[in-house]
């Protein structure tokens, strides 16, 4: 089993930074592909970044593409989403998520979660 841990969210103005940590611990961490997903109330589940075991390969959606930024500290088993110029249309309430092998952007696919951190940004 692998349990996930958010924290780092809070209430910004548009404009301002965040950023979000998530804290592994279980099983072996570094071999697990991480995704960061979102979800805003009556909004499906979407999806933010990913990045792979290695932390080689990263990928974004377009909504937040040269904004965020995913990484990771395989020796901390924590991944970090660092948010710069915050937008209103970014509150929703932030999950990592864990995957053995490769990542992909299908929420679906993950099979450990965390409880998220919520993301609150006042225009």
């Known amino acids: 089993q692998v349990q996930l841990v958010e924290s780092g969210g809070g209430l910004v103005q548009a404009g301002g930074s965040l950023r979000l940590s998530c804290e592994a611990s279980?099983?072996?961490?570094?071999?697990?592909?991480m995704g960061w997903f979102r979800q805003a109330p009556g909004k499906e589940r979407e999806f933010v970044a990913r990045?792979?075991?290695?932390?080689?390969?990263?990928y974004y959606a377009d909504s937040v593409k040269g904004r965020f930024t995913i990484s990771r500290d395989n020796a901390k088993t924590t991944v970090y989403l660092q948010m710069n110029s915050l937008k209103p249309e970014d509150t929703a309430v932030y999950y990592c998520?864990?995957?053995?092998?490769?990542?992909?952007?299908?929420?679906?696919?993950?099979?450990?979660w965390g409880q998220g951190t919520q993301v609150t940004v006042s225009s």
């Open positions: 279980g099983r072996t961490f570094s071999r697990y592909a």
């Open positions: 998520a864990a995957r053995m092998g490769p990542g992909t952007s299908w929420y679906r696919e993950y099979d450990y």
């Open positions: 990045i792979s075991w290695s932390g080689s390969s990263t």
